[in-house]
Every structure is written in C-alpha cells, then in structure tokens.
C-alpha cells in the first residue's frame, strides 16, 4: 500500500526554523515526482515545492525562495523540507504528495498524499 507520512510540525516563533519529513513507501522512489504542498482555512492548497526523483533540479514557489530548501535521502526513501526564517504566513498544514510513475512537476494532479502536518508560526 503506498504511504506518505509526514512530520516535524510544530509551534515556532517569527524567525524561527523547523524541518519536515516524509517518509515514503508503497511505490519505486527512483520513479517519483515529489511535491510539498500546504494549506489555510479557507484558503486554496498552494504548491511550495517539487522535485523529479532522478533529477538534482527543484522548484519552489515565490514566497519561499531562499527561505526553504527541499532536499531527499535515497537511502531511507525520506524527503525534507527545511524551512528558515519562518514568518506567521507561512502557518498551514504541510503535505508532501507524489506521483508514481514520474511526471513533470507541473502536473495538474497528484496521486498519493499524505495527512499533513500542522505548522504555525506566532508574531
């Protein structure tokens, strides 16, 4: 059964730094297209960044560039999100998603998700 289980959200201050996890089983990570989502209530899912599994090149949205940095272990089929400078906007719940076999990033749909984890940054 393919799984995405993510953690490492917490209570954190402006400025503050966390680092998210999502640990990957069910389907062949070498042929993955992984993504970070997060979500408001209220609000629209917002992408925040992806990357294709046999590649090195990832993307990130606007308003976390050169604040967050998604990164992977292919030995523990583990992906990251380590996310700096936090400010209250970023509060939501973070979801990594996936798509098996690979597609580009910009896909419009993805296939598995995980539950999420909740973030929230305070002033």
């Known amino acids: 059964e393919v799984q995405l289980v993510e953690s490492g959200g917490d209570l954190v201050q402006a400025g503050g730094s966390l680092l998210l996890s999502c640990a990957v089983s069910?389907?062949?990570?070498?042929?993955?297209?992984i993504a970070w989502f997060r979500q408001t209530p209220g609000k629209e899912r917002e992408g925040v960044s992806c990357?294709?599994?046999?590649?090195?090149?990832?993307w990130y949205a606007d308003s976390v560039k050169g604040r967050f940095t998604m990164s992977r272990d292919i030995n523990t089929n583990t992906v990251y999100l380590q996310m700096n400078n936090l400010k209250p906007e970023d509060t939501a719940v973070y979801s990594c998603?996936?798509?098996?076999?690979?597609?580009?990033?910009?896909?419009?749909?993805?296939?598995?998700w995980g539950q999420g984890t909740q973030v929230t940054v305070s002033s």
């Open positions: 990357f294709l599994a046999h590649d090195i090149r990832t």
């Open positions: 998603a996936a798509n098996s076999p690979h597609t580009d990033c910009s896909a419009s749909v993805y296939r598995f």
């Open positions: 069910g389907f062949l990570f070498d042929d993955s297209t």
